[in-house]
């Protein structure tokens, strides 16, 4: 039997870094490689093994199930005219692996929030379980889902993806405290730094959108909601309970190997845009005649 068999992915925000373009359009459903964001981290779930999928969504994300939601009428009517290419697609949308469920998000602000939701509607506090950000695209040979899988099961910890960065890209990330080495690109986390100024950043990893999430982060999101309860102060978040986690007990970061696509701003979702168009062979070689069309003194510097 696999480790983790469920996930969890947070897609109730408002994705204002996006707005005007995501004022109606969830952000999920921005489209990159001819799919939107959301489904090519579902099929990176269902590649890694995964049977279960929770998706944790607010009142004005319905465009997300309906992607996702079986149509056999329009199935029919697509191959009645010839188009089972078209067809198939659509058929596949509502067969992919794995039972995906959507859960609505209540409680106080903060992506610690949701995580705690689904947690409590499916995957419970007894098991570990998968947490992706539904606005992330990763490319790899082996899924990030996957490399995050088989870190906990080497060591029985919960687990956060990282990444290289740049010292002046900190302020964008939360930043890890490494104690140590335990190879194979894994390191024992002290704690976590969010946004640190770049003077200030405690190493050059930036923890991205991948987790293993362990019952003892449950009960520490829990507890700190309970808090918020009574307080109604502050908002609810990951990294804070991943933080009280590591200053007393095991927290592992995973070096992932492979290209990290953040689709949560204007730039960032261009780039992986280009990067899936590029990589696409149907499309890439006349994208790149028109990069070369557009500015042929620039191709041509990157060339020598």
Known sequence: ??????????????????????????????????????????????????????????????????????????????????????????????????????VYQRGPYGNGTPILTAASWSAGSTEPFLALWADDVFVSERPRAQQLIEAHEATGAPVIALMPMRREESIRYGVPIVESALGDGRLRIRGLVEKPKPEDAPSLYAAI???????????????????????????????DALHAHAVKHTL????????????????????AQFAAALADPAYGP??????????????DESNT
Do not use: C
Not at 78 to 98: I, Q
Not at 222 to 229: D, L, V
Not at 257 to 267: K, S
């Open 286 to 299: 006349e994208l790149r005649r028109l990069v070369h069309d557009l500015d042929p003194a620039g191709q």
């Open 252 to 271: 592992v970061g995973q070096l992932l190997e492979g290209t990290w696509y953040d689709t949560g701003n204007h730039l960032s979702y261009l780039k």
């Open 1 to 102: 039997m696999p480790t983790i068999r469920k996930a969890v992915i947070p897609a109730a925000g408002l994705g204002t870094r996006l707005f005007p373009l995501t004022r109606a359009l969830p952000k999920e459903m921005l489209p990159v490689g001819g799919q939107p964001v959301i489904e090519h981290t579902i099929r990176e779930l269902v590649a890694s093994g995964i049977e279960e999928i929770t998706v944790v969504i607010s009142g004005n994300k319905g465009l997300i199930q309906e992607h996702f939601a079986p149509d056999d009428q329009l199935v029919e009517q697509l191959r009645s005219v010839g188009k089972s290419d078209l067809a198939d697609a659509v058929s596949d949308l509502s067969e992919l692996g794995a039972r995906l469920n959507f």
């Open 209 to 239: 959108g991948g987790y293993i999430i362990t019952p003892e982060i449950v009960d520490e999101l829990a507890e700190r909601t309970r808090r918020w309860q009574e307080l109604r102060d502050g908002e609810i978040y990951l990294t």
